[in-house]
């Protein structure tokens, strides 16, 4: 919301036209909020147990307790965090034909030796083709999300672990 509001008084120009920063800015600050912890999340030190949280007061679980209804503000934001990893593996899989694509025309072994090269790539896409750059840049995010390495080709592993 905050990307969303900053990009309502800015304005962002590129390739001869101009577009509201709220366009730009708050799919960004969306990505960028979807990236951070939650509030009840705390760094996690390797070999120190966490504190234990105190509890003001106990509420009814809204699975055990049926006679609880839902708000529609609660069930919007359930819809929503099922709905941003589905977003997410699609945003995944149209960044792993984007590097199928670099194997294919043979720029990828210079992509791993210089990972640098794969931000500069973003840059001259979103100054030479700004649709194409933004496309690249928001898979890109979301690869680097999943843990797209150079020693794996940049390629995500979009498989479901088998249990």
């Known amino acids: 919301m905050i990307g969303y509001a900053i990009g309502l008084s800015t304005g962002v120009a590129a390739l001869g036209s101009a577009v509201s920063g709220a366009v730009v800015f708050g799919p960004i600050g969306f990505l960028i909020g979807w990236l951070m912890p939650g509030k009840g999340s705390a760094p996690e030190s390797p070999g120190v147990a966490p504190a234990p949280m105190a509890v003001a007061h106990a509420t009814p679980d809204p699975v055990e307790s049926s006679a609880a209804p839902r708000s ?81 080709n940049f390629l995500v592993n979009l498989e479901r672990p088998t249990s």
Request: with cysteine; proline share 5%; hydrophobic share 60%.
């Open 72 to 152: 529609d503000f609660a069930r919007l934001e359930d819809s929503l965090n099922e709905m941003v990893p589905v977003a997410a593996r699609a945003l995944c899989s149209i960044w792993n034909l984007q590097m199928k694509l670099l194997i294919v025309v043979g720029l990828m072994p210079f992509l791993v030796r210089y990972p640098w090269l794969l931000f500069g790539t973003a840059f001259v896409l979103l100054g030479v083709v700004f649709p194409l750059g933004i496309v690249f840049t928001v898979t890109g995010v979301a690869a680097m999300h999943y843990g797209a390495e150079a020693k794996g």
